[in-house]
Every structure is written in C-alpha cells, then in structure tokens.
C-alpha cells in the first residue's frame, strides 16, 4: 500500500465500507476487525490518555466535489 492517495495526500487512515465488511467478511474476520479497533481504543484510552470518541467524514475522492473539499482542507491545514 502507498503512502500517498493517488490525489497526492499522505495516506492516514484505512476506511473499510461497512457494507463490503457485510457483504464480504465471515463472523470470524469480523470479530478480528472488531478485536484490533477495540485493541486501538484501549490504547488511545490508558496509554495515550485520550478519552474522546473519534468519528471522521470520508470522502471519495472520485466525486465530483471532492476538488472543492479539498480546497477547504486545504485553506484550514489538513491537507497532506
């Protein structure tokens, strides 16, 4: 996997379509998934002393207003 997207940011996060994840995932790479976000929230929790939730907005970027949300990302430095 790169460490860029192919519209030149820096690679961030992994995003999984929850309905591919239903379509395609047995019980058991569910539970995995499940286990490793729990693992990572724990972490965020005791080690890094972080008790917020975190929730993003995801866009694709083949959408025909992802150039405009990128603009504004850029504008306010989250962009890269």
Do not use: Q
């Not at 379509?17 to 693992?39: G, S």
């Not at 694709?60 to 850029?74: C, F, G, Q, R």
């Amino acid at each position: 996997m790169s460490d860029f997207l192919k519209c030149g940011a820096r690679r961030k996060f992994i995003v999984f379509n929850l309905d591919d994840c239903k379509k395609y995932f047995t019980e058991r790479h569910w539970d995995r998934l499940t286990e490793l976000t729990r693992h990572i929230e724990m972490a965020r929790r005791y080690i890094d002393k972080k008790t917020n939730e975190r929730e993003y907005l995801v866009i694709n970027t083949d959408e025909p207003y992802a150039d405009e949300i990128i603009e504004i990302l850029k504008r306010n430095g989250h962009w890269g």
